[in-house]
């Protein structure tokens, strides 16, 4: 399995157990940075997606230019 895969599913995991702790805490402030944090992890989830994404577009778009 691909390293960026893995890295944005890791990070996707991270922000849902920060959802999952959020929902159990009493104090509504700290419930709203935990929910901080998850949105943080899904924005590096994002960012890592997008750079295997633009990645692999490349490594395509070189193996197209190698093969002709």
């Known amino acids: 399995m691909d390293g960026a895969v893995t890295g944005r599913e890791r990070y996707q995991?991270?922000?849902l157990d920060c959802v999952r702790e959020a929902d159990r805490l009493r104090d509504a402030?700290?419930?709203k940075k935990l929910m901080e944090v998850a949105g943080l992890y899904l924005c590096l989830a994002r960012h890592v997606g997008n750079r295997h994404d633009h990645?692999?577009?490349h490594r395509d778009a070189d193996s197209e230019?190698?093969?002709?």
């Open 13 to 15: 995991r991270k922000a």
């Open 29 to 31: 402030g700290e419930r």
């Open 55 to 57: 990645d692999s577009a």
């Open 65 to 68: 230019h190698h093969d002709a």
